[in-house]
């Protein structure tokens, strides 16, 4: 049964709301996956903060008008699984990991911010690590000198304590 016209309007508008929200898009073609397939792509998608849909490919090409992601609208051919995310990472990690092991997904493409992306440019995103991971790297160089600086200022009575140990532990071998 199709949607009638309110109903789509109200679909594009969801999607608009999405894409609103999204920092990329990844499109990829779904045809052949069994239920059980696409039921772990979602749970694992929900698990890393990807909204995943499927809807029609001229409903979403009616809800990226006038976006920055209204170049890919070009790409939405076929049965087609889309991918949002505000990550811009996440989306395609989510997705390029679940084409590794589950041939019947195919990547199609992807867009940022005015900017469309062919596979290999999905796949090169997917490779690079997450903003949580960098912001933890980042933090961990931050932290490095300051806790270098407490071990070195910690180190000098430690030093002193060993020092008159060595000495007390001399003075008692003298005299015995």
Do not use: C
Not at 7 to 14: G, N, P, Q, R, S
Not at 36 to 57: D, F, H, I, P, S
Not at 105 to 124: F, H, P, R, S, T
């Amino acid at each position: 049964m199709g949607l009638n016209r309110q109903d789509k309007a109200a679909v594009i508008e969801e999607v608009a709301g999405i894409v609103a929200n999204s920092s990329a898009i990844v499109i990829a073609e779904y045809r052949g996956l069994s239920v059980e397939a696409v039921t772990k792509l979602r749970a694992e998608a929900r698990k890393n903060g990807v909204t995943l849909r499927v809807v029609k490919n001229t409903l979403v090409r009616r809800a990226v008008e006038g976006t920055e992601f209204a170049g890919l609208a070009d790409q939405f051919v076929g049965p087609l699984v889309y991918g949002f995310s505000a990550d811009p990472v996440a989306a395609a990690k989510v997705l390029v990991n679940f084409a590794k092991g589950n041939d019947k997904l195919v990547i199609k493409g992807g867009a940022m911010a005015n900017y469309v992306m062919d596979v290999e440019a999905v796949k090169n995103l997917a490779e690079m690590p997450s903003r949580e991971e960098l912001i933890a790297k980042l933090m961990a160089t931050m932290n490095e000198p300051i806790a270098k600086f407490v071990r070195t200022i910690n180190e000098v009575p430690a030093r002193f304590v060993r020092t008159v140990a060595a000495v007390r532990d001399a003075k008692e071998q003298a005299a015995a």
